[in-house]
């Protein structure tokens, strides 16, 4: 009887080890699949955390022109009201803005004019021949003394060739552009009469006259309505996107679309006249810019308004201007005659 007790205790004991082992090795087997479970979860979970820090693109940050014009410039009304254009403008849109910075640039120079000194059409188309690859002041200190030898196209027409080039030698190309203004000084006197006619297509056909010479005359000695697109309007118009075009015949055509004709030769004038001033081509002075609200390209440039104006030229900032006899109205404004040649 004491064997058998024995015996059943033993059993009991046997039969408590194994369940003690068999829930000892459940609770391991479910600690291990917990585990294996919570690592699978871990590694699929790292993917979508990585590829989300992947996504995340870091914000470029955006130059942001003031709501009005940090340095005043003398004589400028600022504009008054931010119009960043959005990337989708509509039409209507682009037509208003483009509008609004021509009237704009129209309150900052009230005085715009050719910059070419010329007191007749005959003068005017030969300077504007004379001022390609060249400045407008280097042709007006040329001038004086070619129109004083030779005043009119049938006085040109007859001239030694020679005696041009050395007249015409400050303002570079004097050979070919000697051959030009004898050229069409002959063309003048042999085809209308010795004066210079007033259609375009009559004056496209003189040597040296291209559609944007064409545009100076007629605007400025006929007052015909035309866009001259020269190096600094195309700047311009494409900065401000109003275009995308680089063809010069192209750019007239889309931006002669966004304003009624009769505001074509102002607008060429403001265009230019900022461009040579403000807008640079290699360092523009946004900071001191009276339209930088509503230029896209706001931040290419100087955005300091200290450093900003120091980059202003002409009567923008004090100095002389290109015309050695400017309009009276340029002068009321503060600007300055350039000097003759050799004055310095």
Not at 4 to 22: D, E, Q, R, T, W
Not at 262 to 269: C, E, K, Y
Not at 317 to 343: C, I, S, T
Request: hydrophobic share 40%.
């Amino acid at each position: 009887m004491q064997a058998a007790a024995v015996k059943k205790s033993a059993s009991a004991k046997k039969a408590a080890a194994v369940k003690k082992a068999a829930s000892a090795k459940k609770a391991a087997s479910v600690k291990k699949a917990a585990s294996a479970k919570k690592a699978v979860s871990a590694k699929r979970a790292a993917p979508v955390k990585k590829a989300a820090s992947a996504k995340k693109v870091p914000v470029k940050k955006v130059t942001v022109a003031p709501k009005k014009a940090t340095a005043r410039i003398k004589g400028a009304a600022p504009a008054r009201t931010v119009v960043h254009p959005p990337s989708g403008e509509s039409r209507t849109a682009l037509v208003r803005r483009a509008r609004r910075i021509n009237r704009e640039l129209a309150e900052v120079y009230p005085y715009a004019h050719p910059e070419l000194d010329f007191t007749n059409p005959f003068q005017l188309v030969v300077a504007t021949v004379l001022s390609a690859q060249t400045t407008d002041l280097r042709v007006n200190q040329t001038t004086p003394a070619l129109f004083a030898k030779y005043p009119t196209p049938e006085d040109l027409a007859a001239a030694n060739p020679e005696e041009v080039e050395e007249i015409l030698r400050p303002c570079g190309f004097f050979r070919a552009k000697t051959k030009s203004v004898i050229g069409l000084s002959k063309a003048l006197v042999a085809d209308f009469g010795g004066e210079v006619p007033g259609r375009l297509e009559d004056l496209v056909k003189l040597p040296g006259v291209g559609r944007k010479t064409a545009f100076v005359v007629l605007g400025n000695a006929f007052g015909r309505p035309g866009i001259t697109v020269d190096t600094h309007f195309q700047r311009l118009v494409r900065r401000w996107q109003w275009t995308a075009e680089t063809d010069p015949d192209k750019i007239e055509a889309a931006v002669g679309a966004l304003f009624p004709k009769s505001d074509w030769t102002d607008l060429s004038h403001h265009v230019i006249w900022h461009g040579r001033r403000i807008c640079h081509a290699r360092k523009p002075a946004c900071g001191a810019c009276p339209i930088a609200p509503l230029c896209p390209a706001y931040g290419e440039g100087e955005t300091d308004p200290e450093k900003a104006m120091k980059l202003l030229k002409y009567e923008k900032g004090g100095f002389p201007g290109q015309r050695l006899n400017p309009p009276q109205a340029y002068l009321d404004a503060g600007g300055k005659p350039a000097p003759p040649l050799g004055a310095g």
